[in-house]
């Protein structure tokens, strides 16, 4: 049987892959050590997903609890289990949060990707590397593009980004946050191992990744923070762009997806913004509605002047490459279908 290593198994996008993996016949070892409890404290712990996979996948499922800041200890794991597939999710995954702890946030997201680049190049150096990377890479450049307000989203005014934002887009000389750079610095190591030494890499610049996985905090996890919110009568905060601030929303499921195709039949140090696409995009007001119409509860909120700083007015990854690449995958769960998996999820897990 082959074997997958991912690494963040708890969280979100990494046990969506481990599930997705478990189902097609491949044997996975996940890395985790609930670190996401430990930067956002108990709503953000992971251990019920941790839990929920050993659960349902018995002895597909092996779980190592390794930091991925311990270099010895990722070598050692690498170099025992040489993987023929390695996801690497595990990250501090929060914009805002890094700026308080700017150590920590680098070791983890920059330092830790490079632990485990050189663990499977010394390993395993033709086994597929997925990284997932973010569309902060691009920093607030986004925001230079002309916009225009309607109702309730900002909207491109650029027919250039009617599709949303492609790969060509720069990530240079923006504000990125701590967050930002410190992905970048992981998503350029992920590439120089792909085109220096002629790794199978990629990067998965990700818009809004959701799901009903997602241990949603208010720092990281839009979705499902906003209906867990909803559901427990939380007020949810809004921070500047007057709530019209548009984000694209792609299912776990998918994500998981295109790293299955992407395994298949890889390429070298490539890079793909992964995202909903026009089509899954929502700006806060929007996702009260939406949320709304399923639970039925009215969304409390505050609107605070001061936006997020960098944060983006308006973002939509566009799928033109990804789907050219690899022209069998392409969305499969639509916003609203998303949006009643969350509030499920929710309502049995709370
Ligand atoms: N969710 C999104 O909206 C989004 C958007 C863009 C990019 N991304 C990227 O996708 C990846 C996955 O995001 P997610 O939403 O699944 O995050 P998540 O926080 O749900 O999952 C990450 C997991 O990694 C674990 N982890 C963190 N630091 C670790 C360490 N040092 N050692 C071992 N395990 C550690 C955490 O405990 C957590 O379970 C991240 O790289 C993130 O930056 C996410």
Redesign the pocket.
């Known amino acids: 049987m082959p074997k997958i290593l991912v690494?963040?198994?708890?969280?979100?996008?990494?046990s969506e892959v481990v599930i997705h993996f478990a189902s097609i016949g491949w044997t996975v070892h996940g890395?985790?050590?609930?670190?996401?409890?430990v930067?956002f404290g108990p709503l953000?712990d992971?251990r019920w997903n941790q839990q929920r996979l050993v659960e349902t996948l018995g002895t597909a499922f092996v779980h190592h609890e390794?930091?991925?800041?311990d270099r010895a200890g990722v070598l050692s794991m690498v170099s025992e289990i040489k993987p023929d597939a390695i996801v690497h999710?595990?990250?501090?995954?929060s914009h805002d949060h890094a700026a308080a702890i700017p150590f920590d946030d680098f070791d983890?997201n920059a330092v830790?990707t490079l632990n485990l680049l050189e663990a499977c190049r010394q390993s395993c150096p033709d086994s597929p590397f997925v990284h997932?990377?973010?569309?902060?890479v691009y920093g607030d450049r986004p925001n230079t593009i002309a916009l225009k307000e309607l109702e309730t989203r900002w909207e491109y005014d650029d027919p250039v980004f009617a599709d949303g934002i492609d790969e060509t887009f720069s990530i240079d000389q923006s504000k990125h946050s701590l967050f930002g750079a410190s992905?970048v610095a992981g998503d350029v190591m992920v590439q120089e191992y792909g085109r220096y030494f002629g790794m199978p890499t990629c990067c998965l610049r990700?818009?809004?990744?959701?799901g009903p996985n997602?241990?949603g905090v208010e720092l990281?996890?839009?979705l499902s923070y906003l209906v867990r919110c909803n559901l427990e009568g939380r007020e949810y905060k809004v921070f500047g762009y007057k709530g019209k601030q548009v984000r694209d929303n792609i299912h776990s499921h998918d994500v998981a997806r295109f790293i299955e195709d992407f395994i298949a039949a890889p390429r070298v140090a490539e890079v793909y913004n992964i995202g909903g696409g026009r089509a899954n995009s929502v700006s806060i007001l929007e996702a009260f509605s939406l949320v709304e119409g399923f639970t039925g509860r009215k969304q409390i909120h505050t609107y605070m002047q001061e936006n997020r700083l960098g944060d983006h007015i308006c973002y939509i990854s566009n799928l033109a490459k990804m789907r050219s690449h690899y022209p069998t995958w392409d969305i499969t769960l639509s916003l609203g279908e998303t949006i009643r998996q969350i509030v499920e999820s929710h309502q049995s897990r709370h």
């Open positions: 690494t963040g198994s708890s969280g979100l996008i990494g890395v985790d050590n609930n670190q996401r409890a930067f953000g992971t390794i930091d991925i800041r999710t595990a990250a501090q995954p983890v830790g997932m990377s973010t569309n902060k992905k990700g818009g809004c990744l959701t997602h241990s990281h996890g839009f």
